[in-house]
């Protein structure tokens, strides 16, 4: 094997492609998997670290159209928040068709925008094209994410940020300020941050519900980002098993083995985010929406992909 080529978490940023581009790659993979069946990905193995809730996750896909396979591993350690360390740490390999490790990459950024582009994608999809008030419930590495991809999609007026710890929320705010044209300021309650939210995203290690029916608005669309093993929930039941729900996720395979939120409420999921990205979806103005956000290995490979090739192209440049 010939010298293997690592790309630290700098060289990620330096490397990492355009916000219209990652989207544009997101959605035809989104597409590539549900609607073609084209992407091989099984449902990720994730193996608890005994006596915590600190996870090592595995995540392959194969992605043919772009002549690429890879894997994920990423390490979910919530209580690294208190020792002021980052909560999730991976690498992805990135291998050719014909088995050759192509390279090796820090995993953190990815994870963090990739997240963010898709919520961003289901959210143009199915939320009020017109939407004003965004609320992100959470205010850590994901809320950063996702308000920095949200704000480029939506022209919002308001983001409103709740967080346990209100500290955290005030300094996201404070970090995220000259972000874009909007207010963007700190909630005291989910309630006050949610109250006549076009767009609402929960974002947070929480594994008790933080997300209720009435927190939520006829009509909003709702992105669930945390919450991803049986065991941990971040929406209330009642909200979960309401008529006037639809719930959409990444990957549906996944979500009946994953999602604490719908495994314990009985919830049926009733799309995947290909099929409404490809075939759009009609609804009832008063309908609330509920994406799903697993988040899927296909997306880590194809934007590792997207890596490579720029730094391909800078190297046969010089
Ligand atoms: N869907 C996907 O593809 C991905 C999902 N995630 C998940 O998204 C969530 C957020 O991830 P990060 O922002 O990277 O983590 P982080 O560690 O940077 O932030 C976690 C946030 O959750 C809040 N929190 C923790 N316990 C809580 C509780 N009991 N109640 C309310 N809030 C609580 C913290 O105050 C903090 O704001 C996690 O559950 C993570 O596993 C992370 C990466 C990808
Ligand atoms: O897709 C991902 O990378 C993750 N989903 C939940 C924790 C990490």
């Known amino acids: 094997m010939s010298k293997l080529l690592h ?4 060289e990620v940023t330096r490397l ?6 990652h989207l544009e790659a997101l959605k035809e993979t989104m597409i590539e998997y549900s609607v073609k069946e084209s992407i091989v990905q099984p449902v990720r193995q994730q193996l608890t670290v005994p006596n915590t809730a600190d996870r090592f996750i595995s995540m392959p896909a194969c992605v043919p159209s772009r002549g690429v396979m890879g ?66 419930i959470g205010a850590g590495v994901q809320a950063e994410s ?20 209100k500290s955290r929320a005030e300094k996201l705010v404070r970090e995220l300020h000259d972000v874009g044209n909007f207010n963007l300021c700190v909630s005291d309650t989910v309630g006050s941050a949610c109250s006549d939210a076009d767009i609402v995203c929960t974002v947070t290690s929480s594994s008790e519900p ?8 006829p009509g909003a669309h709702v992105n669930v980002v945390g919450a991803s093993s049986p065991t ?8 979960m098993l309401s008529d006037n729900l639809v719930i959409v996720a990444d990957c549906l395979n996944a979500i009946k083995l994953e999602s604490g939120d719908v495994i314990q409420s009985g919830a049926a999921p009733h799309h995947e985010l290909g099929h409404v990205l490809h075939f759009p979806l009609s609804r009832d103005p008063d309908q609330i929406t ?20 720029q730094y391909l192209s800078e190297s046969t440049r010089s």
């Open 7 to 10: 790309f630290c978490a700098e």
């Open 16 to 21: 990492f492609p355009p916000f219209l581009v």
């Open 71 to 136: 894997i994920k591993v990423i390490c979910a350690v919530p209580s690294n928040k208190e020792k002021c360390l980052p909560t999730h740490l991976g690498c992805i390999q990135l291998y050719g068709l014909t088995g050759e490790l192509l390279c090796q990459m820090d995993a953190e950024e990815i994870t963090a925008k990739r997240t963010a582009i898709c919520s961003a994608l289901a959210s143009k999809a199915l939320a009020n094209p017109d939407s004003k008030i965004l609320a992100v």
């Open 146 to 165: 996702h308000i920095q991809a949200l704000s480029q999609l939506f022209n919002f007026s308001e983001i409103r940020v709740w967080n346990r710890t």
């Open 210 to 217: 933080v997300l209720f029916k009435d927190h939520v608005k």
């Open 232 to 239: 941990t929930r971040e929406v209330g039941d009642d909200l």
């Open 290 to 309: 509920l994406f799903k956000n697993l988040g899927l290995a296909c997306q880590d490979v194809v934007t590792a992909h997207l890596i490579y090739k």
